[in-house]
């Protein structure tokens, strides 16, 4: 059964910093693409950042340029997503995703194949 798990959000202030990890189980993760993805209230999913199965080749939202950074470890089978200098309006749940048919990073949440519960991050103001 394959699993991807998040954790590390929660609840910070403007210009905190926030690390989401996301373990996967049940899959060689360290053979795909993975992404991190972001839905706010009444707003479509939309990616935040995503990276190569090597870790090599990353894709960011211009949202997210300057700010996160997104790696991974596939020693651990884990992805990761650094948040630096958060905003209010990044406030969202935040799911990872796994990508089985692709190496490469894209913002294509339809091809997409495993994906994670969600953690919240929520950043007051």
């Known amino acids: 059964q394959v699993q991807l798990v998040e954790s590390g959000g929660g609840l910070v202030q403007a210009g905190d910093s926030l690390r989401l990890s996301c373990a996967a189980s049940?899959?060689?993760?360290?053979?795909?693409?993975a992404g991190w993805f972001r839905q706010a209230p009444g707003k479509e999913r939309e990616l935040v950042a995503a990276i190569s199965w090597s870790g090599e080749n990353t894709y960011y939202a211009d949202s997210a340029k300057g700010r996160f950074t997104i790696s991974r470890d596939n020693a651990k089978n884990t992805v990761y997503l650094q948040m630096n200098s958060l905003k209010p309006e990044d406030t969202a749940v935040y799911s990872c995703?796994?990508?089985?048919?692709?190496?490469?990073?894209?913002?294509?949440?339809?091809?997409?194949?495993?994906w994670g519960q969600g953690t919240q991050v929520t950043v007051s103001s």
């Open positions: 995703a796994a990508d089985v048919s692709n190496r490469m990073p894209h913002a294509d949440s339809d091809r997409y194949t495993y």
């Open positions: 049940g899959l060689t993760f360290r053979r795909y693409a």
